[in-house]
């Protein structure tokens, strides 16, 4: 089976297996756990930020940031295509009574400044309306095809939200994919936001974890929610050396990118298939297929041998990882292709 619902499906390669056999490790929660402190400085380091925090997973990483920043009865500014508002459970409204105000996420990602405006009161203080506690952004943002915040967005946002004086965090589960697309360091991508997160268990191929970066006093914080809501790990070495190996290879997204791209060209020729091979920024690709129901050409698709995932509002997706080379990828269209091909 070619597995490309998901970059979550990448399994550990040998030479994380081997680190993790040989990790050095301690009791984390004790701040006692070698490879863990490497790995959270070494993080810190890569995204210009004063500390990080390893976490068992993204949606703890973005509920702990969330709580971390806006106190009781606050409203987070959140897109409506974006994980932390459609995935994640509203996490920080049950455990933090925080509110999440969905706002419009334009095609390639962004809120528009407008609609973060009128997030806020017309009056400041005005006591009827909850206070904005925070600001977040998705890169690459998920739903949006794997799209690239466009260059320069972060900085308006900063701005935005520094006249308005409330923080914004940067849900950067795939930010590597960011910053290989945009050839650019991690750290210029999460050099807007005030905290972030990334995911170790996506196409940087870790097989669990998510890393959380911001300010001393922030990275504090969030560590006390992380233990609150028993995400405090023991002997967590034996992830975060598999953590370093994936930073030390997180240099091969460029190839995954580079797959997407050459199956959406591909798609493009599929009669039938709808799909912009243009929008294709990094590994996720997002297509339709006229006249069959999306239930349906995953079933087909996966009697074909290829797993595929249905997306909402009547898309596909597929995703290029690790796990998939470029010989999957000609064969993936030619399953696609025979899938749907039998009723045209
Ligand atoms: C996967 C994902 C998360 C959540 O990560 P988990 O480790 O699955 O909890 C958060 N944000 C985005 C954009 C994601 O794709």
């Not at 915040?149 to 935005?160: D, T, W």
């Amino acid at each position: 089976m070619i597995e490309m619902r998901s970059d979550t499906f990448t399994l550990p390669t040998p030479a994380m297996r081997r680190a993790m056999a040989d990790a050095e490790v301690g009791d984390d929660v004790y701040g006692e756990d070698p490879t863990v402190n490497a790995l959270e400085e070494r993080t810190a380091a890569l995204l210009g930020k004063e500390r990080a925090c390893l976490m068992p997973s993204g949606t703890m990483a973005n509920l702990t940031s969330v709580l971390a920043h806006c106190p009781r009865g606050t409203k987070v500014l959140v897109g409506a295509e974006t994980d932390i508002y459609l995935y994640e459970a509203h996490g920080a409204a049950v455990v933090g009574g925080v509110s999440y105000e969905p706002l419009p996420n334009l095609p390639d990602g962004r809120i528009s400044l407008d609609a973060l405006a009128a997030g806020f009161p017309e009056e400041e203080g005005d006591p009827q309306f909850a206070e904005v506690g925070l600001i977040c952004l998705e890169n690459t943002h998920n739903r949006c095809g794997g799209a690239v915040l466009p260059p320069g967005y972060a900085e308006e946002v900063r701005r935005f939200a520094d006249e308005r004086g409330v923080p914004v965090h940067l849900d950067g589960a795939r930010l590597f994919n960011a910053a290989a697309a945009m050839g650019v360091s991690p750290a210029a991508v999460a050099g807007h936001a005030d905290s972030v997160q990334f995911c170790l268990s996506k196409g940087l191929g870790a097989p669990i974890g998510s890393m959380v970066a911001g300010s001393e006093a922030f990275v504090a914080r969030v560590r006390r929610l992380r233990k609150m809501l028993g995400g405090g790990m023991r002997q967590a070495g034996i992830l975060a050396a598999a953590a370093m190996v994936a930073l030390d290879t997180a240099g091969r997204l460029a190839e995954d990118h580079e797959h997407a791209r050459l199956l959406a060209k591909g798609l493009a020729d599929v009669p039938g298939v709808e799909v912009d091979p243009s929008a294709v920024q990094t590994n996720i690709v997002l297509f339709r297929v006229a006249g069959l129901a999306p239930p349906e050409v995953v079933r087909r698709c996966r009697d074909g041998g290829l797993s595929i995932g249905e997306f909402g509002h009547g898309r596909l997706r597929a995703v290029t990882h690790l796990g998939v080379t470029r010989p999957d990828v000609d064969t993936a269209l030619d399953i696609i292709r025979t899938a749907i091909g039998r009723d045209r």
